[in-house]
C-alpha cells in the first residue's frame, strides 16, 4: 500500500541531457511523468508484473529525450503544396518558366485561387539569369503571383502583383521607389523587375488574398502533416519562426482548436512577426493580443523581427563591408528595436530577432541590454557571425543564441563561389557554435525548415554537421573546425536547451524526475558510433507524455 506503480519501465543505455551522471540504466513512467531515474535495480521496485509495461532496450541503441526545433517553419513547409506549389531548389530559371510556373497557374485556376504562391527557387541558381516580371505576365497576367526563394528572403512576382500592392500602376509608373527594409530591383527601363528583396517580398505578399491562400480549416490539415514529420524524426518541440506569415491568425486559432481537441502530441511555439514598413505599435498590440490563442500545448509569447537578411547571399548586416563595398541590409534602428524589446518584454512577450551578420548581432544585443529584461531569455536566430567583445555581453545578459548548427559546412565546389560574394576573412566561417558554448551562452539547435540549402532536417543529421563540420549529402572538407563541438553539446542544444528556450525546462526537455516523459528510443548509440554515422540513426519509437506516438 502506498506503492507507486509504473505504467511504463525502460531499461537501457539512457543519456538523460542534464545532471551530473547523464547515463542511467532505467527509469520509470506513471501517470505521463517520469517518477524515477536511476539503475535497474531501483526501478524494479515501481513493476507490477500485471500492469507495468517493460521495455528492455539494452544493447540496441540509445535512449535520450525527446528533442526540439528553437526556430523552424513547418507551416511553410507543410502548408505550401496546400496554398500552393513546392520548387525543387536545383531547379533551373528556364524549368522554372517552362514547367513550374506553367503547373502553379493550372492549379490556381483549376481550383479557383485568387492567389498563386510558391517557395524554394535557389539564388546561386538564378543570379545570372533571373525571370522578370514580363516573363511572368505572359504565363499568368491576370493572377497575382509570388514565388519566394528557398530562404524565405527574397521573392519574384508578376505585374499586377505590383500593383496590387502599390509600387507601379497598371501603365507602368512606378509609385513606389523602395520599401524599407528591401530593395525593389529596378531594370534599365526604369521600372520594377519584379525581383523583390527582403522586407519588399513581405511588403507585396501581405497584399496577397492571404485568407483564402491559409484558412483555419488548411491550417488544420497541415498540423496533422507537422505533426507526423516532427514525431517521426524525434522533434516533440518547436518554435514557429513566422506565425503570421500568411498575415492573419489562422495558425494561433488553429492550433489551440486541435489542442482543446486533444489533438496535439507536440508543444508548438508560435511568433508574431513585426515587418519594418508596419506601424510598430499598432502590430505590438496585435502582437498582445494573439496571446489569447494560449493553450496547453500553444505558446504564443514571442516577437520576431528581421535584423537583416543572410550573409552568403550579400543582405547580412555585415563589418568589413561585402565586395563592392555594400554593407548588407539593416531592417530596424537600434533606437527603435531597443523601444519594442523594452514594450514586449513589458507585456511579458520575448524577443526573437533574425540576426546573421555581426553588424546585426551587436545592434540586437544594444537592443536587448538597453530595453530588455534578462528574464524574458531574448533570443538571437542563425548567428553567423559575432563581435569577439559580444560573446561576454550575450552571456552576462542572460541573452539566448538558437544556432544554425546544420548549415556548417560547404561543399567543396561552393567554398570558390562564397569566397566571392562575403566579405574578406567570412569565406571559410559560418557559424560560431564552440565559441558560444565556450562563453556559456545558452545554444540551442534549429533546422529553419523548409530553408535547408541542401541540410538535413532531423536531429542526427544536424549532430553529425555540428560534430564534424561535414554534410553527409556532398563533398566537402571539414569547415571552420575550431568551431565544431562535442556529441553531449550538440544533443543538448537539441533538448534542454530548446526547453529553457521555450520556458519549458520545468516540464520537459531532459529525462529528470517529475517532468513529462518525452523520450526517444533511437536504433543506433550516437555517443559512441563513428561521427559520420551518427545521421544513419532513427527514432525507433517517439513517446510524448508516456504515450508512443511515434
Not at 516540464?507 to 529528470?512: D, P
Not at 554515422?533 to 507524455?545: C, G, L, Q, S
Request: hydrophobic share 35%.
Amino acid at each position: 500500500m502506498g506503492k507507486t506503480v509504473a505504467d511504463l519501465v525502460v531499461y537501457g543505455k539512457i543519456f538523460t541531457s542534464e545532471g551530473n551522471n547523464k547515463i542511467v540504466e532505467a527509469f520509470a513512467v506513471n501517470n505521463g511523468k517520469f517518477v524515477y531515474i536511476g539503475d535497474k535495480n531501483g526501478a524494479e521496485a515501481f513493476i507490477d508484473k500485471n500492469s507495468t509495461e517493460i521495455i528492455d532496450y539494452s544493447g540496441k541503441g540509445l535512449v535520450m529525450p525527446t528533442c526540439g526545433n528553437g526556430h523552424a517553419h513547418y507551416s511553410i513547409g507543410h502548408g505550401i503544396p496546400k496554398v500552393g506549389i513546392s520548387i525543387d531548389r536545383e531547379i533551373s530559371p528556364e524549368k522554372f518558366l517552362s514547367e513550374v510556373v506553367p503547373a502553379a497557374v493550372k492549379k490556381a485556376k483549376d481550383t479557383g485561387a485568387t492567389s498563386i504562391f510558391g517557395f524554394g527557387w535557389q539564388i546561386l541558381l538564378f543570379e545570372k539569369n533571373m525571370p522578370t516580371r514580363q516573363q511572368l505576365d505572359a504565363i499568368c497576367s491576370d493572377i497575382p503571383m509570388y514565388f519566394a526563394d528557398e530562404e524565405g528572403h527574397k521573392g519574384l512576382v508578376n505585374t499586377i502583383c505590383l500593383v496590387n500592392a502599390g509600387i507601379m500602376d497598371e501603365n507602368g509608373n512606378v509609385l513606389k521607389k523602395s520599401v524599407r527594409g528591401g530593395e525593389i530591383v529596378f531594370g534599365a527601363d526604369g521600372t520594377p523587375t519584379g525581383y523583390l528583396k527582403e522586407q519588399a517580398g513581405t511588403y507585396t505578399r501581405s497584399f496577397l488574398d492571404n485568407d483564402n491562400l491559409f484558412s483555419v480549416d488548411l491550417v488544420k490539415e497541415t498540423l496533422v502533416d507537422i505533426e507526423n514529420h516532427l514525431l517521426s524524426e524525434g522533434y516533440t518541440m518547436y518554435l514557429d519562426g513566422w506565425g503570421n506569415y500568411f498575415f492573419n491568425e489562422s495558425y494561433f486559432k488553429a492550433a489551440q482548436q486541435r489542442d482543446n481537441a486533444g489533438e496535439m502530441h507536440f508543444v508548438l511555439g508560435l511568433t508574431y512577426e513585426l515587418e519594418s514598413w508596419m506601424d510598430i505599435d499598432k502590430n505590438l498590440e496585435k502582437a498582445r493580443e494573439v496571446q489569447k490563442y494560449s493553450s496547453e500545448h500553444v505558446k504564443t509569447n514571442w516577437i520576431k523581427l528581421f535584423m537583416d537578411g543572410t550573409v552568403e547571399t550579400g543582405t547580412g548586416f555585415v563589418d568589413p563591408l561585402y565586395p563592392g563595398g555594400r554593407q548588407g541590409i539593416a531592417n530596424w534602428s537600434e533606437d527603435e528595436v531597443t523601444y519594442i524589446t523594452r514594450k514586449s518584454n513589458e507585456k511579458g512577450l520575448s524577443m526573437h530577432i533574425h540576426t546573421m551578420g555581426n553588424k546585426a548581432v551587436n545592434r540586437a544585443v544594444n537592443s536587448y541590454v538597453n530595453g530588455g529584461k534578462s528574464e524574458l531569455r531574448n533570443t538571437l536566430v542563425h548567428v553567423h557571425q559575432v563581435f569577439p567583445s559580444d560573446y561576454k555581453r550575450i552571456a552576462e545578459n542572460n541573452i539566448y543564441v538558437t544556432e544554425a548548427m546544420l548549415w556548417h559546412h560547404a561543399a567543396d565546389k561552393n567554398r570558390e563561389i562564397l569566397l566571392k560574394m562575403v566579405p574578406e576573412g567570412m569565406g571559410d566561417k559560418s557559424y560560431p557554435m564552440k565559441s558560444l558554448f565556450d562563453n556559456g551562452i545558452n545554444v540551442t539547435s534549429h533546422s529553419d525548415f523548409p530553408a535547408l540549402s541542401g541540410s538535413p532536417d532531423d536531429p542526427f543529421g544536424i549532430i553529425e554537421i555540428a560534430v564534424t563540420g561535414q554534410c553527409y549529402t556532398e563533398i566537402g572538407k571539414p569547415w571552420w573546425p575550431e568551431e565544431l563541438i562535442t556529441r553531449e553539446q550538440a544533443i543538448k542544444a537539441l533538448t534542454i536547451n530548446v526547453a529553457k528556450q521555450m520556458f519549458l525546462e520545468n516540464e520537459r526537455g531532459s529525462i529528470s524526475e517529475g517532468k513529462f516523459a518525452d523520450f526517444l528510443l533511437v536504433n543506433k548509440d550516437v555517443l559512441t558510433c563513428p561521427a559520420t554515422e551518427i545521421h544513419t540513426a532513427k527514432p525507433e519509437a517517439t513517446y510524448f507524455e508516456g504515450k508512443k506516438v511515434f
